[in-house]
């Protein structure tokens, strides 16, 4: 019988959605807008993002996941109803399998919770995959070598460490630094250093024009405009890469003290390996400019972005589906 299937990249800051022969048809931040004395839906997805900072007390924009798993069911089922709803054939009476990323640190609980979440939705079956598998498998990783592979998955609410295996996690680690913090290091350093308060999407702006995980000689500027501390009134100002620099590294510094923390518990022969093939670099955050210089110099391995590294996860999700009944008795089982 013929069956819809769908991937979908959960992410704590964006969502995307992939369908087999249609290809990417969704990227929308994980954004829901909720009429507070109605307690109802108002939008969702990019609708939802353009209303933050733009709206009445009674209309609230909710982020469903914290830190990659649900932190509200009722709204993370109302996100999965618009995306599936979206991604599904308005004419097909079938209902969809469903292939879903969840972060490596996952509990049993918090993985019902997202297959419950899913079939309310509207799937007929919801599967669960580790994020740093997807993203591998997206990366074109083969994880199913006997030799070891370093993933670091940084979206939007975790940067993800794994090291992967003969088709499993071998060691891992999460921590909670990736995009939206970068976001807030941004707000919090031009406020400091410039008294000037700038919103959540220009603080995103910001670090997608001029990010740089490094000080460079030649620095990229950028022009923002936020609102004087001192005078209540707005103000431009240029800001530069090497800003962005200096406001991100304690935080890539985190990520990095991670990397090494995987490489202390990783065999070492996998080390080896990876020594030999060097990092893979994936998620939305991978883009910061020289962030692969900035992980070869701190951790001496080589470092590279994979290709579309935001679509990664989502990548992964459709080769599952390609041979969802493969992985059905394999990869989809393990806990």
């Keep these: 019988m013929l069956t819809q299937k769908i991937g979908i990249d959960l992410g704590t800051a964006n969502t995307v959605v992939f369908v087999p022969g249609r290809g990417f048809i969704i990227n929308e931040p994980t954004i829901v807008a909720l009429s507070k004395p109605e307690n109802s839906v108002l939008a969702v997805g990019s609708e939802a993002k353009e209303m933050i900072g733009r709206t009445p007390d009674e209309i609230v924009a909710y982020r469903p996941l914290k830190d990659g798993v649900i932190a509200d069911y009722y709204i993370t089922k109302a996100l999965l109803t618009y995306f599936i709803g979206k991604a599904t054939k308005w004419w097909s009476p079938l209902k969809p399998e469903v292939v879903i990323s969840v972060p490596a640190g996952v509990t049993q609980t918090e993985r019902r919770a997202v297959v419950n979440a899913a079939k309310e939705a509207g799937a007929r079956n919801a599967f669960i995959v580790r994020e740093p598998v997807l993203a591998a498998l997206g990366a074109g990783i083969p994880i199913n070598a006997r030799s070891g592979h370093m993933i670091i998955n940084i979206g939007g609410g975790t940067a993800e460490v794994a090291v992967i295996a003969l088709g499993n996690i071998v060691s891992w680690t999460s921590v909670r630094v990736a995009g939206n913090k970068f976001d807030r290091a941004v707000s919090d350093y031009v406020k400091k ?102 992980f070869e110099r701190y951790l001496g391995v080589p470092a590279y972005v994979a290709e579309d590294p935001l679509f990664c996860v989502a990548k992964g999700t459709g080769l599952i589906l390609d041979h969802l009944d493969t992985y059905k008795r394999t990869l989809l089982n393990k806990r």
């Excluded at 950028?222 to 431009?236: A, F, S, V």
């Excluded at 590294?249 to 996998?270: D, M, Q, R, Y």
């Design 193 to 294: 250093k410039y008294g000037l308060a700038i919103g959540e999407q220009t603080a995103e702006n910001v670090k997608i024009e001029v990010g740089s995980a490094l000080v460079t000689k030649n620095k990229a500027e950028y022009q923002i405009r936020g609102r004087d501390l001192q005078t209540g009134l707005p103000r431009d100002i240029i800001i530069t890469s090497n800003n962005i620099a200096e406001a991100l590294t304690p935080l890539l510094l985190e990520i990095a003290e991670s990397v090494k923390n995987v490489f202390n518990v990783t065999p070492p022969e996998l080390v080896a390996d990876i020594m030999e093939k060097g990092v893979i670099l994936s998620g939305g955050s991978a883009q910061l400019n020289h962030l692969p210089e900035f």
